[in-house]
């Protein structure tokens, strides 16, 4: 993190950066820590970002400081490979990391996380923890665990994260939309899909 601007009004975030600038346009969507922010200046080292007041409160932003590392990821182009699950950047909240621990050669991530996002969750479905897209391990009542493998570590900021460290979680996206047709009036129930064979 190069610089961070706030004030009542509003916020801009300036980012140094290498592999990620090549082609970036103003109006680009570029995900710091998993939240879509849009690229408002540039230049050959750095991009500055526009931060809503809500987008502040959601997500972990508060806790970077200037030097802070953030991952960085451009939006997927439309004739790129897809990899990993679908991830829009659009943060559902924030949890805590409970507990890291080693095993072999992945490294173990407790997060908890509140009743709202754990709901979304699924054991061996998708979670973007900080905008990485990661496969769920366990779901318990309070919290979430996921396994990183040393690739991930390496490439991303997660490594630097320690117990009490704050993340942003992103639920699955589909998951989201079924949740929300079973919800609200749409007619669509537990009843209904199981006689259509679901």
Same mark, same amino acid.
């Given at each position: 993190?190069?610089d961070?601007?706030?004030s009542?009004?509003n916020? !801009? ?8 600038m @090549?082609? /970036?346009h103003?109006?680009d ?7 879509c922010l849009t690229?408002?200046d %540039?230049? *050959?080292?750095? %991009?500055?970002?526009?931060v809503?007041?809500e987008?502040? *409160? *959601?997500?972990?932003l508060?806790v970077?400081?200037? $030097?802070s590392g953030?991952n960085?990821?451009r939006?997927?182009?439309?004739n ?8 829009? $950047?659009?943060i559902?909240? !924030?949890?805590?990391i409970s507990?890291v *621990?080693?095993? $072999? ?7 908890a996380?509140?009743n709202?996002?754990l709901e979304?969750?699924?054991?061996k479905?998708?979670i973007a923890?900080?905008g990485i897209?990661?496969?769920?391990? @366990?779901? &318990? @009542? ?9 690739h &991930? /570590?390496? +490439?991303?900021? /997660? ?9 942003? /979680?992103e639920?699955?996206v ?5 949740r929300?047709?079973?919800? &609200? #009036?749409t007619?669509? &129930? +537990?009843?209904l899909?199981s #006689?259509?064979g679901?």
């Amino acid at each position: 993190m190069a610089d961070i601007r706030r004030s009542a009004a509003n916020c !801009t975030l300036s980012v140094d950066a290498t592999n990620v600038m @090549e082609d /970036l346009h103003i109006g680009d969507s570029m995900a710091v820590n998993g939240i879509c922010l849009t690229v408002v200046d %540039f230049d *050959r080292r750095r %991009f500055t970002v526009d931060v809503m007041n809500e987008t502040w *409160r *959601r997500t972990s932003l508060g806790v970077l400081r200037h $030097g802070s590392g953030v991952n960085l990821e451009r939006a997927l182009p439309v004739n790129g490979r897809f990899g990993g699950h679908i991830v829009t $950047g659009h943060i559902d909240g !924030t949890g805590s990391i409970s507990s890291v *621990r080693r095993e $072999g050669n992945a490294v173990w991530y407790r997060i908890a996380a509140r009743n709202e996002i754990l709901e979304g969750i699924v054991e061996k479905g998708s979670i973007a923890v900080d905008g990485i897209s990661l496969t769920v391990a @366990e779901v &318990t @009542e309070r919290d979430f665990s996921v396994s990183i493998i040393p690739h &991930t /570590l390496a +490439q991303t900021v /997660l490594g630097e994260k320690r117990v009490g460290g704050v993340v942003n /979680l992103e639920n699955d996206v589909l998951g989201k939309y079924v949740r929300n047709m079973m919800t &609200t #009036r749409t007619g669509l &129930t +537990q009843d209904l899909l199981s #006689r259509c064979g679901f």
